[in-house]
């Protein structure tokens, strides 16, 4: 109940707050997931540029795709893309999970378990994204003949050779 000044009898003393590193830590994480969640989308919904021609999705291909033939790089563009428009249930869950995100961030006081778990959730459906992609390629160079999978191979070791120069 509250008394003629106004304040409770029993104050509620305030709720302990995480450390700043640990909430700038949460921050920056949450920043680098929405990244590489825009990047993937961007590549696999845009249509535009080729992973080879150094547009946005050649931030995040990496080595192995690169070292794919221009036209295996496009049938497997394809093949991704399709694979993500049949998943796109889960970009409704990974909306979801920005909005609890941001609710977690409201709220007073700060539940840092919260955050954490919200970040954990869209943790697991960028792993979604990437395990789709995985797939893809697993599949593709499955199919390969003995000497494809070598010229790849070798290819795979130039990128790799290129990116230390």
């Known amino acids: 109940m509250v008394g003629q000044t106004g304040h409770s009898p029993n104050p509620q003393p305030p709720a302990p ?3 700043r590193w640990m909430r700038v830590t949460l921050v920056l994480s949450l920043a680098l997931n ?3 969640v825009g990047a993937i989308l961007g590549a696999a919904l ?3 540029g080729k992973w080879r021609g150094g547009g946005h999705s050649e931030r995040f291909a990496g080595p192995l795709t690169r070292a794919f033939s221009e036209e295996d790089q496009r049938v497997l563009k394809r093949r991704m893309t399709m ?3 049949s998943e796109r249930d889960g970009w409704g869950a990974h909306r979801a999970a920005i909005k609890n995100l941001a609710k977690a961030l409201r709220q007073t006081p700060y539940d840092a378990e919260a955050t954490r778990v919200e970040m954990e959730g869209m943790r697991a459906l960028l792993g979604q994204r990437f395990d789709t992609a995985q797939n ?4 593709h ?3 390969m003949s003995d000497a494809d999978r070598a010229i790849l191979a070798d290819s ?4 790799l050779r290129r990116r230390r120069r």
């Open 141 to 143: 160079i499955a199919k």
């Open 46 to 48: 845009s249509g535009g």
């Open 17 to 19: 707050r995480s450390p």
């Open 83 to 85: 694979a993500y428009i």
């Open 156 to 159: 795979l070791e130039e990128e």
């Open 34 to 36: 929405l990244l590489v």
């Open 136 to 139: 893809v390629l697993a599949d």
